[in-house]
T-cell receptor, first 111, second 115 residues
Framework: DTGVSQDPRHKITKRGQNVTFRCDPI?????LYWYRQTLGQGPEFLTY????????KSRLLSDRFSAERPKGSFSTLEIQRTEQGDSAMYLC?????????FGEGSRLTVL | GESVGLHLPTLSVQEGDNSIINCAYS??????FIWYKQESGKGPQFIID?????DKRQGQRVTVLLNKTVKHLSLQIAATQPGDSAVYFC??????????????FGPGTSLSVIP
């Protein structure tokens, strides 16, 4: 499968714990996006990388959130000191120009 | 948060009928628009796109119409099938700086196809 892959697909954690999600984009795509989606809502933009450079961060991305794409290939999204309000689906997408290709998402549940 | 705008949250259509899903956007600088389909438990899947220099684009059973004057986008699905049941999102591409962009999604319309 050469699509966008995300890991883990599901994560249940206790409030206050740190979690990390990984995204492997389509290999020739230089653009990588992270979105958050809650039930009944559209995906909300979190951050965008072009190659290894993080070019845009949403105001939604508090200082507890950090994203990296160290070699311009895979990316990680870390949430520190998780809160119940962080419970959501975290979607990764990649593109070269235009169309975004999404992964299946990582669903986070904070208890 | 940022979002593309107004829509019908749910739409029910009879199998075989045509479906029309509407979307309004707010940013005049948006230059590219995309419709995505999202089935339960899956990530959004590209359906069709249109650039701002066009007003209509057709795909297989789908047509997207763009009216820049009123900032309105629609998705038409011909001969709707049960497999078309999903949530449909319109998205706009907002240029930020040279070669940078941000794709903003609307809240979505849930399409149910009645057999």
């Amino acid at each position: 499968d050469t699509g966008v892959s995300q890991d883990p697909r599901h994560k249940i954690t206790k409030r206050g714990q740190n979690v990390t999600f990984r995204c492997d984009p389509i290999s020739e795509h230089n653009r990588l996006y992270w979105y958050r989606q809650t039930l009944g809502q559209g995906p909300e933009f979190l951050t965008y990388f072009q190659n290894e450079a993080q070019l845009e961060k949403s105001r939604l991305l508090s200082d507890r959130f950090s994203a990296e794409r160290p070699k311009g290939s895979f990316s990680t999204l870390e949430i520190q000191r998780t809160e119940q309000g962080d419970s959501a689906m975290y979607l990764c997408a990649s593109s070269s120009l235009g169309e975004l290709f999404f992964g299946e998402g990582s669903r986070l549940t904070v208890l | 948060g940022e979002s593309v705008g107004l829509h019908l949250p749910t739409l029910s259509v009879q199998e075989g009928d045509n479906s029309i899903i509407n979307c309004a956007y707010s940013n005049s600088a948006s230059d590219y628009f995309i419709w995505y389909k999202q089935e339960s438990g899956k990530g959004p899947q590209f359906i069709i796109d249109i650039r701002s220099n066009m007003d209509k684009r057709q795909g297989q059973r789908v047509t997207v119409l763009l009216n820049k004057t009123v900032k309105h986008l629609s998705l038409q699905i011909a001969a709707t099938q049960p497999g078309d049941s999903a949530v449909y999102f319109c998205a706009e591409n907002r240029p930020l700086k040279t070669s940078y962009d941000k794709v903003i999604f609307g809240p979505g319309t849930s399409l149910s196809v009645i057999p």
